[in-house]
C-alpha cells in the first residue's frame, strides 16, 4: 500500500512538472524553430542546443525574447557558431542577467549552439529564443558583424557585468587584439577588463589582470596578450552609456614576433591607464629600472601581482609612484635590491612576501603605512630602515623572518611595533640621512659606521627572538589542530556505537 502511495505521488508530480513547462524545448507554428529553457529554470543545472539552418547561408540572426533573464553574474548563456562540415567554433561571448533581453545576435556559419549553466543559489526566467533567421552573404555583407571578431551591444546597457571567452585553435605564443576606433565606454564608469587566461592557478579563475579601459583607452588600439587564450569582462554602472567596444581583429604571434614586440621597452609594461598603475611586466630582464611613464603616462602605482613570480634580481622604482598594491613583488625568489622612491606612502599587503634573497630595505620618509604579511617569509631579510613617517605596520609584517632588526629612531612608532611583537630593534642616531631609498651592500654586516645608518643596539632583552621560535609557533598550531581532529574522530565513533 505504501509502494502505491508513493507511485502515486511521483506520478502526480511529474504530470505537474510536465504542465509548468518541464524541461522539454518546444516549436511554434512559425517557419523557424523556438527554444526556450524551462521558467524558472533549475539550479545546478547545464543545458546544451545546437540549431542547424538546413539550406545556404552565411550567416544566423539569432532573437532573444524581452523576458529573457538569468541571475546576474552567477548564471550564464553561452553562444557558439560553426558551419556545418567545420569542427571549429566561434564563441559569441556569456551573457547573464539582461544582457540578451530583446538583442538579435549575428554569429556567422549556418550552426549556433547555446550553452546554458547555472548555480545552485537562485534562479530566474531563462532564456527563451524567439526568431532564427538565415542570412545571405549580401545581407551578412551589410552588418557590422561581417568585420567584427566580437563586440558589446551599441549603446551598452547599463549594470552589466558581460563575459566573453575567446582560444585560438592552434599555436601561438600570444594574441594581437585590435579593438575598432569606435570603442568608448563612459570615462572612469564603465570598463573593459583584459585578461589573459595562463594557466597559473595563482591568478584565479579570470586569469592574469591586464587591466582595465575606459573611455576611448582601447580605441584603434592593438593589445598583445600572452598565451592562446583571453577573457574580456565588460562592466557597466548605472547611468549613461556609450558605444562600448569592438573587436575586429585577433591574430595569433610566433614566439619571435612575441619576442621582437617584447625587445620594445614600452610593450613590456602593461598599464591600466584609468589607475595610472602598472598591472604587469612581461620582459624577461633580472635587472630593471621601470619607467616613470609607458607611452605618455605617468606611472603612480604598482598593480597587484604586477612584478611578482619573476627572476628579478633588482628593481629599480621611478620617482612620482605612490602605492605598492598588495603582492605586488611576491614569491620573487631571487630579489636581492629595491630601490623605492621618495614619492612612496604605502606598501601594501604581501607586498614582498617569500622574496626569500632580499637582505635589506630602507623605507623611503613619506611612507605611512605598511600593510600585513608584507615582508613575511623572507628569510633573508635582516636590516629593515623604517622612518618616523610610518604610523601603521600591519600584523604578521615579519612573520618567519628570523633574521630581521628594525632599524629606526627611538620613541617612534617602528620601534613600538618591534616591541611589541618580539623583533629585535636598532635605534637609529641622529646622523643617518634618511632620505637614502636603499641600504648600501655594506650596511648588511650591520656596521655602525656604515654610510647610510649608524645604530646602537638595544638591550636584547627587549626585543630579541630565537631563529627557531617562527617554527615552535607552527609546530605548536599543529599539534593543535591534530588534538582537536581527534578528539572529533573519537565523539563521532561513540555517536555511531
Do not use: C
Given at each position: 500500500m505504501k509502494r502505491k502511495r508513493i507511485l502515486s505521488l511521483s506520478l502526480s508530480l511529474l504530470l505537474s512538472f510536465s504542465i509548468l513547462g518541464g524541461m522539454q524545448p518546444f516549436a511554434n507554428a512559425l517557419e523557424n524553430p523556438v527554444y526556450e529553457t524551462p521558467h524558472p529554470y533549475p539550479n545546478y543545472w547545464t543545458d546544451s542546443w545546437t540549431y542547424t539552418h538546413d539550406g545556404d547561408t552565411a550567416a544566423l540572426a539569432v532573437t532573444f525574447s524581452e523576458d529573457t533573464m538569468t541571475e546576474e553574474n552567477y548564471d550564464f548563456i553561452k553562444i557558439y557558431s560553426s558551419k556545418q562540415g567545420d569542427a571549429a567554433e566561434r564563441s559569441y561571448g556569456f551573457f547573464s542577467g539582461s544582457a540578451l533581453a530583446g538583442e538579435t545576435i549575428i554569429v556567422s556559419g549556418d550552426t549556433v549552439r547555446i550553452e546554458f549553466e547555472s548555480n545552485d543559489s537562485s534562479n530566474d526566467f531563462g532564456y527563451q529564443i524567439t526568431d532564427i533567421s538565415p542570412l545571405t552573404s549580401q545581407?551578412?555583407?551589410?552588418?557590422?558583424?561581417?568585420?567584427?571578431?566580437?563586440?558589446?551591444?551599441?549603446?551598452?546597457?547599463?549594470?552589466?557585468?558581460?563575459?566573453?571567452?575567446?582560444?585560438?585553435?592552434?599555436?601561438?605564443?600570444?594574441?594581437?587584439?585590435?579593438?575598432?576606433?569606435?570603442?568608448?565606454?563612459?570615462?572612469?564608469?564603465?570598463?573593459?577588463?583584459?585578461?589573459?587566461?595562463?594557466?597559473?592557478?595563482?591568478?584565479?579563475?579570470?586569469?592574469?589582470?591586464?587591466?582595465?579601459?575606459?573611455?576611448?583607452?582601447?580605441?584603434?588600439?592593438?593589445?598583445?596578450?600572452?598565451?592562446?587564450?583571453?577573457?574580456?569582462?565588460?562592466?557597466?554602472?548605472?547611468?549613461?552609456?556609450?558605444?562600448?567596444?569592438q573587436i575586429t581583429d585577433i591574430s595569433p604571434l610566433t614566439s619571435q614576433e612575441y619576442e621582437d614586440f617584447l625587445s620594445v621597452e614600452d610593450n613590456v609594461y602593461f598599464m591600466d591607464e584609468n589607475l595610472s598603475q602598472l598591472v604587469w611586466y612581461s620582459g624577461g630582464k633580472t635587472h630593471i629600472n621601470v619607467p616613470a611613464a609607458v607611452n605618455g603616462q605617468p606611472i603612480k602605482s604598482i598593480g597587484v601581482d604586477a612584478l611578482a613570480h619573476k627572476a628579478l634580481v633588482s628593481v629599480t622604482l621611478p620617482e612620482g609612484i605612490e602605492f605598492l598594491s598588495a603582492y605586488a613583488f611576491q614569491l620573487d625568489p631571487y630579489l636581492e635590491e629595491v630601490v623605492l622612491p621618495n614619492s612612496l606612502r604605502s606598501i601594501g599587503t604581501a607586498c614582498f612576501k617569500e622574496c626569500t634573497s632580499l637582505k635589506e630595505l630602507r623605507i623611503p620618509d613619506n611612507v605611512e603605512s605598511i600593510g600585513d604579511h608584507a615582508f613575511a617569509i623572507c628569510s633573508d631579510l635582516e636590516k629593515v630602515i623604517i622612518p618616523d613617517s610610518v604610523t601603521q605596520i600591519g600584523s604578521d609584517a615579519f612573520f618567519m623572518c628570523s633574521k630581521v632588526t628594525i632599524y629606526a629612531n627611538e620613541g617612534s612608532y617602528a620601534e613600538q611595533y618591534a616591541k611589541e611583537n618580539n623583533i629585535p630593534f636598532a635605534a637609529l642616531e641622529s646622523d643617518v640621512d634618511e632620505s637614502q631609498p636603499t641600504v648600501s651592500d655594506s650596511a648588511s654586516s650591520n656596521d655602525a659606521s656604515s654610510s647610510h645608518a649608524s645604530v646602537s643596539k638595544t638591550n636584547p632583552s627587549t626585543g630579541s627572538r630565537a631563529p627557531w621560535t617562527d617554527y615552535i609557533y607552527l609546530a605548536l598550531l599543529g599539534a593543535g589542530f591534530l588534538t582537536v581532529t581527534a578528539l572529533r574522530r573519537r565523539k563521532l565513533r561513540r555517536s555511531v556505537k
Open positions: 545581407e551578412y555583407d551589410n552588418t557590422s558583424a561581417k568585420n567584427v571578431v566580437y563586440e558589446s551591444s551599441h549603446p551598452y546597457k547599463n549594470d552589466r557585468w558581460d563575459f566573453w571567452d575567446y582560444t585560438y585553435d592552434g599555436e601561438a605564443a600570444a594574441l594581437a587584439v585590435t579593438f575598432s576606433e569606435e570603442t568608448r565606454t563612459q570615462q572612469d564608469r564603465d570598463f573593459v577588463r583584459i585578461f589573459a587566461r595562463l594557466s597559473n592557478e595563482h591568478y584565479g579563475k579570470y586569469g592574469k589582470n591586464y587591466g582595465f579601459y575606459s573611455g576611448a583607452s582601447l580605441a584603434g588600439r592593438t593589445v598583445v596578450i600572452p598565451g592562446n587564450e583571453l577573457l574580456i569582462m565588460f562592466l557597466t554602472d548605472g547611468e549613461g552609456t556609450d558605444f562600448g567596444f
